[in-house]
Structure formats: C-alpha cells, structure tokens
Nanobody, 116 residues
Framework: QVRLVESGGGLVQAGGSLRLSCAAS?????????MAWYHQAPRKARALVAD???????TYRDSVKGRFTISRDNVKNTLYLQMNSLRPDDTGVYYC?????????WGQGTQVTVSS
C-alpha cells in the first residue's frame, strides 16, 4: 500500500505561483511507475494536468503548457508541480496519483484558489 500526501496548496492572486508537493511512503515505493497530477475544478470532473514516468518523461495538458512544470525526486520519493502564471480557472483541488502496476493510488488532494 502506497500512501500519498499532497501539500503546498493555498490562496494566490492571478499571475502568482505555487509549488505543490506529493510525498510517497509505505509499501514497495521503489516500484512506483508513472506519477501524475489531476485537477478537479468546482462542479467538474477530475482532469489530468500532467504526468511523468519513472524515467522523467513528462506530458502536459494544453492549458498548462508553458506555465506548469512537473518533476519528481526518486530519492526523496516526492512528486512536484511548479505552477506559474496562475489563472482563476486553475482553482480547484489538485490530486497526486501513482501507478504501481496493477494498482493506482491517490492522495487526498490539496486546495488551490486563484483570485482575480
């Protein structure tokens, strides 16, 4: 069983920055594969923001390209999301996920609120 704990959310003005972290612990964390960040805006379904393989290859959804950067530290077992030029539509809960085939684990989420 892998436990994921997100942190770093908060309230920020439009144009500001936040850095989210997701610490993984428990179980065989050395076998974690792809990790990802999902975003759930108010009254909307969760949507993939970015993911990164254990080898460091990252992909992003179009709306965050050039503004967000996903990274991971495999020694510290931590996933990051650097969010710059934040917009009000980035508001919502951000969830960290981790694949440990055949299972997929989720954190509890961290709230990000961007004021206009």
């Amino acid at each position: 069983q892998v436990r994921l704990v997100e942190s770093g959310g908060g309230l920020v003005q439009a144009g500001g920055s936040l850095r989210l972290s997701c610490a993984a612990s428990g179980g065989s964390i050395y076998s974690i594969g792809t990790m990802a960040w999902y975003h759930q805006a108010p009254r909307k379904a969760r949507a993939l923001v970015a993911d990164i393989t254990d080898g460091g290859r990252a992909t992003y959804r179009d709306s965050v390209k050039g503004r967000f950067t996903i990274s991971r530290d495999n020694v510290k077992n931590t996933l990051y999301l650097q969010m710059n030029s934040l917009r009000p539509d980035d508001t919502g809960v951000y969830y960290c996920t981790a694949d440990q085939i055949p299972r997929n684990f989720w954190g509890q989420g961290t709230q990000v609120t961007v004021s206009s």
